[in-house]
């Protein structure tokens, strides 16, 4: 089972870029595909990016495309999303999440296995 733990979340202006990261431990990261997920106050929680578990095939939300990138390091068990261009509608708890079934990329919630803690995104305007 793996554990999944998120960081680089934080206070940015708008316009500005954060690179989050999410370390795995305690499984081969490489079998798992990966998708980052956020959710805002009141709402439900909602599909960021996903990667594949080779890393060659990706996939967006069309409220972050061209301005979000997702990559994975399996050498260092490590997925990250950098995200440039940063709105206020960005503003959410961000999470990664792990999908053990998979080797395609899924974008709903219910399909992944492995969920970490989550880290806060505020964007100011």
């Known amino acids: 089972q793996v554990q999944l733990v998120e960081s680089g979340g934080g206070l940015v202006q708008a316009g500005a870029s954060l690179r989050l990261s999410c370390a795995a431990s305690g499984g081969t990261f490489s079998s798992y595909a990966m998708g980052w997920f956020r959710q805002a106050p009141g709402k439900d929680r909602e599909f960021v990016a996903g990667?594949?578990?080779?890393?060659?095939?990706?996939y967006y939300a069309d409220s972050v495309k061209g301005r979000f990138t997702i990559s994975r390091d399996d050498a260092k068990n490590t997925g990250n999303l950098q995200m440039s261009s940063l709105k206020p509608e960005d503003t959410a708890v961000y999470y990664c999440?792990?999908?053990?079934?998979?080797?395609?990329?899924?974008?709903?919630?219910?399909?992944?296995?492995?969920w970490g803690q989550g880290t806060q995104v505020t964007v100011s305007s």
């Open positions: 990667i594949s578990r080779s890393g060659g095939s990706t």
């Open positions: 999440a792990a999908d053990k079934r998979r080797f395609g990329i899924a974008s709903t919630s219910n399909d992944y296995d492995y």
